[in-house]
């Protein structure tokens, strides 16, 4: 999948203690670390709905929460594009 071709439609983070704004810039700046992240072409693949459940550390600070996310998603999705 090219980069062109790769879309978040829905990105729903679960982080307690954040405001809604809080949670919105949160979930904009992962979107941008992931389509920054993935590989620049890889085989055409319709991945479909993916449920991604992922712990961060406890104690990790809010200004690492953004890469961390993005980190494990980025893995998680390269993972299921090479063994769906």
Same mark, same amino acid.
């Given at each position: ?6 879309? =978040? ?27 920054e992240?993935?590989?620049?072409? /890889?085989?055409?693949l ?7 459940? =992922? /712990?961060?550390?406890?104690? /990790? ?9 993005? /980190?494990? =998603? ?11």
């Amino acid at each position: 999948m090219a980069l062109d071709d790769f879309r =978040i439609e829905e990105l729903v983070l679960r982080v307690p203690g954040l405001t809604v704004d809080e949670a919105r810039r949160l979930a904009a700046d992962v979107a941008r670390r992931v389509a920054e992240r993935l590989p620049a072409a /890889t085989r055409p693949l319709h991945l479909g709905a993916l449920d991604l459940r =992922i /712990t961060v550390p406890r104690g /990790t600070p809010r200004s690492e929460l953004a890469a961390t996310l993005a /980190t494990q =998603i980025v893995e998680r999705v390269s993972a299921y594009a090479r063994n769906p």
